[in-house]
């Protein structure tokens, strides 16, 4: 009993000591907290000053870029502003060009009342009605005050450089003019620490007057609002004033309200003589600590801790205990993802070792040799997409997955699809069909790389999860989008495979997910594809939806809305013929006959290869003949081959016959060929693909079509490469040289540099510049290489070629004055389409 006593004098001590203790120290930290806050309110207004001006310095850095691009090429006002609107990152940025004389132009943007209007004018404006801040041109950040965006009416700032156009045969200057919002600007300025959530941020040139303007400001100039509300000394007003613009420091000032405020102020070191104001209320600084609350609090936290102490302490003990057994799971389940990380990984590892090991015994076996290169490409690939699902993955926790938008083909995005869906499902024989409805646009403008992993991630586990002779379906199809300057692309894939329970479906999304099932532990998986590919359809603000069934199968439904390219191919029309289609797959022959009949052509189906041959046979005895005829590769009753072969024996050895499937041609084409088939399509049938494929059976002209086999384009290209991997260099000048162009290497970005410096003209066609290189990188290089005096040697087009392959990478490359960007590993096909793309681009700089 004396003990309880005892413990009781000694905690009511405590307490009273405490209580104490917290009284007096609140009273003598009052004052020095205050002192403590407002030095710190000044050093957190330096740090904006900071964070503003490398704002500031980087967007008139891309101001600039664009500058020089422009000015190294000898383009009209009409190229430069298509030049930029193709380089534009932020998406409610734009820029103005307008001739200094007139201050007329162009705007990357259309006006907010008609967005096909891209006239601009800042005649009214006097050129925001202060034209001295343009007349610094690289020694300063050229940045206006606020002023109205004369396009849309918004609130903006700009930053400029100087630009000579081609205006008819003589160059004019011009100003360029990179257009942001005041809430661009604003977005940076959130202050880091919660007790200063209400400070409002303004800036003042060397005269007072606002830059931009906080709302608790009034009147058109600072000095004028001070002078006011608060007191001041006339003959010391105007040192005090200089002080402000020219120091950093801070002061206490009343606003309209009569309140105190703490004002701090710095300089801007790069906009000539403005100055940052920092203003908030000195009662929002929170460091009165003489609070009878917080004296309150802790007495009540003391007498609970004294009566409930034990039961405190086994509450955080059962805590700590659930925390520690939460740590343990966490770990063990990334021992797990290290653990079948490792499998998944070493597995094509090994395929890749044992077939190379195998290729090399049997070099002279040339069948045995491609037939082990085919698997190792096979393996290659399905290590590549586990690391990119890893690197995806990351990217999707941190926030940091983007977008990179360029013009593509969506005939060759479903090409792709069929491509490399056609290994596994030979494999397992699955019946695949591919449809597609009313596919009028070709050419879209979206990020490819991220719609074809979408795709390609939910084909792939349909196929996967598949059993051998089991169904898989891809439906795709065109709609009219709510968005202007989309179309809607609904993209549906359905299989009869081992579906997935509802308890699964609820996490499915969730990174590492997968079912539990004795069926599907041999099937290959990180278990990221669903969530990598919901982040990315969320990303392109689109939906996706899943219909599963357990032993019955799955369907995904994914809809995007997808912004139409500018580029389109001409009207596509053929002449009046007839032409039969046999298929046993009604949904395909109601859309093939629609898409031949959009050609011009007249259509006839046939549902059977026995029907085709009555109907061809019905035709020749009326002397009526078909000018085309196209047959499937499996239909019921007898297979397209068989018809096709008794259709030139018993009657017509010349009518063109095209053959068509959904899978893939290796196995059946030399029989075919021997048959009499005149050539084959690969399922879905686009527009353009028949149109191209009709055209050349017919020996006619078809209308831009690229190269196919045919590279005599590229002969007399010579490319200097910056690589400082000896095996890469191998590798690219091999492949290159497969193709008839020459290359030359540069071991690292000074060596490029160095034989640019000395290059003749037209020596190289275009350098390829890898990015991580000893001594100068790539980037470095670059810039470098823009700023060399000859015009050809400043002006040759540089390709990033660099594993460094995220969104952030390419606008770097970009950035640096690079024209494209291509990412490791390899993809030759994308190297000779950037070469052609080059070329291309030259001649039209000649004309």
């Known amino acids: 009993m004396m003990k309880r006593i005892w413990i009781i004098i000694v905690n009511v001590f405590i307490m009273l000591m405490m209580m104490l203790f917290v009284i007096i120290f609140s009273n003598a930290e009052t004052k020095e907290n205050t002192k403590r806050q407002i030095e710190h309110f000044e050093n957190t207004t330096i740090s904006m000053e900071l964070v503003t001006e490398n704002y500031l310095e980087g967007e008139q850095r891309i101001c600039d870029v664009w500058a020089r691009y422009i000015n190294s090429q000898e383009m009209t006002m009409e190229d430069a502003i298509s030049f930029i609107r193709v380089s534009h990152v932020l998406a ?112 003042i040139d060397g005269d007072g007057d606002y830059i931009i303007k906080g709302h ?44 105190e405020c703490i004002l701090s102020y710095t300089p801007f ?6 100055t940052l104001l920092s203003f908030m209320p000195l009662k929002d600084l929170n460091v009165n600590t003489e609070n009878w609350l917080l004296i309150g609090f802790v007495s009540i936290g003391l007498i609970i801790l004294f009566v409930f102490d034990l ?64 698997k190792i490409t096979l393996a290659s690939n399905h290590l590549l997409t586990l690391i990119n699902d890893i690197l995806d993955i990351s990217k999707v926790e941190s926030g940091k997955l983007n977008l990179s938008p360029q013009t593509f083909s969506i005939v060759l995005t479903a090409e792709n699809l069929m491509n490399l869906s056609q290994p596994l499902i030979k494999a397992k024989n699955i019946d695949f069909s591919f449809h597609i409805s009313r596919i009028e646009k070709e050419y879209l403008y979206a990020d490819q790389l991220r719609l074809n992993q979408i795709y390609i991630n939910i084909l792939s586990n349909a196929i996967k999860y598949t059993e051998p002779y089991g169904k898989v379906s891809v439906d795709l199809k065109e709609e009219e989008s709510n ?69 019955k199968g799955t369907t995904f439904t994914v809809v995007l809305d997808i912004p139409l390219s500018d580029y389109q191919r001409g009207e596509m029309k053929l002449e009046a013929l007839d032409v039969l289609i046999a298929d046993d797959d009604e949904v395909l022959l109601e859309t093939a006959k ?20 009555g109907m061809i046979k019905h035709r020749h005895e ?31 050895s010349d009518t063109p016959i095209l053959l068509i499937s959904a899978y893939e041609w290796q196995d059946v084409e030399r029989e075919a060929k021997e048959a009499g088939v005149n050539g084959f399509l690969s399922k879905p049938l686009f527009k353009s693909t028949l149109y191209d494929k009709i055209n050349e059976i017919l020996g006619t002209e078809a209308k831009a079509v690229e190269p196919d086999g045919d590279y005599s384009d590229l002969e007399g290209v010579n490319v200097l490469i910056a690589e400082d991997y000896d095996i890469n260099w191998e590798i690219i000048s091999a492949l290159l040289s497969m193709y008839g162009i020459t290359a030359e290497r540069a071991e690292n970005g000074k060596v490029c540099l160095e034989k640019m410096k000395a290059a003749k003209p037209n020596e190289y066609t275009l350098i390829f510049m890898d990015i991580q290189m000893p001594e100068m990188n790539g980037l470095d290089a670059t810039r470098e290489i823009r700023k060399l005096e000859d015009k050809y040697q400043s002006s040759i087009p540089i390709i990033a070629m660099t594993a460094d392959a995220f969104s952030e990478n390419v606008t770097e490359c970009l950035n640096a004055g690079m024209n494209g960007h291509i990412a490791k590993p390899v993809d030759i096909k994308l190297v000779i389409k950037e070469i052609r793309r080059i070329k291309e681009e030259a001649k039209k700089w000649k004309r």
């Not at 490792?342 to 090991?357: C, E, K, V």
């Open 216 to 259: 608790s400001f009034k009147n058109s100039s600072f000095f004028e609002f001070y002078r006011s509300y608060n007191s001041i000394d006339p003959q010391e007003s105007d040192s005090f004033f200089k002080g402000i613009t020219s120091k950093t420091g801070s002061f206490i000032m009343l606003n309209s309200r009569g309140e």
């Open 311 to 374: 039961v405190v302490m086994l509450y955080f003990n059962k805590k700590l205990q659930i925390t520690a057994r939460e740590a343990r799971t966490a770990s063990k389940a990334k021992t797990d993802f290290l653990s079948t990380m490792s499998h998944d990984i070493r597995t094509p590892m090994n395929a890749i070792i044992g077939l190379t090991t195998i290729a090399q015994k049997n070099i002279d076996d040339k069948k045995s040799v491609s037939d082990a290169l085919h």
């Open 594 to 613: 629609d898409t031949l009949s959009s050609l011009g052509l007249n259509v006839e189906e046939a549902r059977s290869g026995l029907e085709a041959i």
């Open 622 to 652: 009326l002397a009526k003949g078909y000018n085309i005829v196209i047959i499937d590769l499996k239909m019921p009753d007898i297979d397209g081959i068989e018809t096709i072969r008794r259709i030139r024996a018993e009657i017509d």
């Open 92 to 203: 409610n940025a734009s820029a103005h060009i307008v001739f200094e004389d007139s201050l007329v132009g162009l705007s990357t943007r259309g006006r907010a009342s008609s967005p096909t209007d891209y006239s601009v004018s800042y005649e009214r404006l006097g050129l925001l009605n202060d034209d001295s801040w343009i007349y610094g041109m690289g020694e300063s950040i050229n940045i206006s005050r606020a002023y109205t965006n004369p396009v849309n009416g918004e609130q903006s700032i700009a930053f400029c450089n100087f630009i000579n156009l081609k205006d008819g045969l003589d160059m004019k200057r011009a100003i360029l003019l990179r257009v942001l919002p005041i809430s661009e600007l604003k977005e940076k300025w959130s202050f880091p620490q919660e007790e200063f959530v209400n400070a409002e941020l303004s800036i």
């Open 483 to 551: 968005k202007e300057g989309c179309i809607k692309l609904t993209y549906r894939v359905s299989d009869t495979g081992i579906g997935m329970s509802k308890s699964f479906m609820e996490t499915m999304y969730q990174p590492f997910s997968r079912q539990t099932d004795s069926r599907i532990n041999s099937i290959q998986g990180t278990g990221l594809g669903l969530a990598i590919t919901k982040q990315m359809v969320d990303l392109m603000e689109g939906t996706i939806e899943c219909e599963s069934e357990e032993g």
């Open 269 to 274: 070191a790069q906009t000539g003589g403005w």
